[in-house]
Nanobody, 123 residues
Framework: QVQLVESGGGLVQAGGSLRLSCAAS????????MGWFRQAPGKEREFVTT????????LYADSVKGRFTISRDNAKNTVYLQMNSLKPEDTAVYYC????????????????WGQGTQVTVSS
């Protein structure tokens, strides 16, 4: 069992930055690849990025490539999402998730989910 708790969301102006964190419980954090997804009102949950077990490999959705950076600290059981050059279309609830497979961009392949954190980007 893995419990995930996101933090760091908020309201930011277009062009600004936010850093999301996702803290995981348990001693097996390094056994999971981690991902970030987002869901805007009225839309399906969409893949944002994923990072491998050790953090040596990452994959990004085209919509965030070059603006967002995922990283992890296995000693702290935490995964991060640094979001720069934010756009109003980045507004969504952001979820972190854990999976035993890498790389995976389908939400159905993730086993554990956090409760989500709201990110709102004003124009």
């Amino acid at each position: 069992q893995v419990q995930l708790v996101e933090s760091g969301g908020g309201l930011v102006q277009a062009g600004g930055s936010l850093r999301l964190s996702c803290a995981a419980s348990g001693r097996t954090f390094g056994s999971y690849a981690m991902g970030w997804f987002r869901q805007a009102p009225g839309k399906e949950r969409e893949f944002v990025t994923t990072i491998s077990f050790s953090g040596g490999s990452t994959l990004y959705a085209d919509s965030v490539k070059g603006r967002f950076t995922i990283s992890r600290d296995n000693a702290k059981n935490t995964v991060y999402l640094q979001m720069n050059s934010l756009k109003p279309e980045d507004t969504a609830v952001y979820y972190c998730a854990a999976t035993t497979m890498y790389p995976r961009s389908s939400a159905r392949t993730y086993d554990y989910w956090g409760q989500g954190t709201q990110v709102t980007v004003s124009s």
